[in-house]
């Protein structure tokens, strides 16, 4: 039997799986504590979740600041929540599935003078074909990932130093989909039959991991490290992918889908609510608190998984 499915399979409980089911119903809690003033730094911010995330930060006086791929639609987010809402808007473009381009965000970030209040890492997308990123990388390792694990390490020394800030992991309840941990030496799916669903959940896996280290290494500072199920809703994911997919997402997902506004509202009750000031290295299905899979709450895995990925990055000579 494999060691994993021996590992695991005593842990798993139908309790587990019925209070996500549980979950899929409740609408998040909404905050209606300001944000005046307070940065907001959102990734994937020109569609989907993290669009309406950045009007509902912005709605409550955030200053913004996105990282997105598109230079046009940036700008005409940014003058839209500058006409609508009066608050400073800025963005930086930056394909987070290019090495060079994570490593330059990370650096604008780490440089900027001001606390970083609330840190969103939402850029992600779904593919069913695996591809490769200039890099070589698979692109959803890369995305979903290297850019988090890379961004918050660069960060680490600005949070001790500021004292403060929440950072939120836009997730996936499809982490569940790995259902018997990562497979360490093939984490890149370059020697298994690729899957879309299972590398996407295997990818969110690999970042709620990483979600328990961060949390540990910035709790001594009062910085707090969570990740959100955004709820089943509309976004653009999946779009390149083929027509049979393309069909089967508008025509069925799509159909019994909610408005990602309702993302937007956890999303800021998480990164915003006094509530949860002192809660950390947490999965919120939107925003019910939700215990993990085994897999997702296993220290030895998040342990290995680091070491992989640090020894990953000094082989592509990054040092973040």
């Known amino acids: 039997m494999n060691p994993a499915i021996r590992r695991y399979w005593p842990q798993y409980t139908w309790s587990n799986v019925l209070a996500m089911v549980k979950n899929m119903k409740n609408r998040p809690k909404r905050c209606e504590e300001p944000f005046t003033g307070k940065l907001a730094v959102i990734t994937g911010a020109t569609s989907g979740v993290g669009y309406h995330t950045a009007r509902k930060y912005a709605s409550m006086g955030a200053r913004i600041l996105m990282i997105n791929r598109n230079e046009e639609k940036s700008e005409r987010v940014r003058k839209e929540l500058v006409d609508e809402f009066g608050v400073s808007a800025e963005y930086v473009t930056a394909d987070l599935a290019v090495l060079a381009d994570i490593q330059r965000a990370g650096r604008y970030l780490a440089s900027l003078e001001e606390p970083i209040d609330a840190l969103i890492h939402n850029a992600g997308l779904h593919l069913t074909t695996r591809s490769e990123t200039s890099d070589g990388l698979e692109v959803n390792f890369a ?178």
């Open 143 to 320: 995305l979903h990932y290297l850019s988090t694990f890379i961004i918050t390490s660069m960060l680490l020394d600005k949070y001790r130093k500021d004292g403060r800030g929440r950072i939120l992991f836009v997730g996936s309840e499809a982490y569940r989909f790995a259902a018997w941990g990562l497979d360490l030496d093939d984490l890149q799916w370059e020697k298994r039959r690729y899957a879309g669903i299972k590398a996407y959940g295997a990818g969110k896996l690999a970042q709620l991991l990483s979600m328990h280290r961060f949390a540990a290494e910035l709790a001594p500072c009062g910085v707090t490290v969570n990740a959100m199920h955004p709820g089943m809703v509309r976004t653009e994911t999946g779009k390149d992918n083929g027509r049979l997919y393309r069909w089967y997402k508008r025509n069925l997902i799509d159909r019994r889908s909610m408005s990602p506004e309702i993302s937007a509202e956890a999303l800021y009750y998480l990164g915003a609510s006094s509530d949860l000031a002192r809660t950390s290295d947490a999965f919120f299905h939107l925003t019910t608190e939700e215990e993990l899979a085994p897999p997702a709450r296993d220290p030895a895995a998040a342990d290995a998984l680091w070491t992989r990925t640090m020894e990953l990055l000094r082989g592509l000579d990054i040092a973040p």
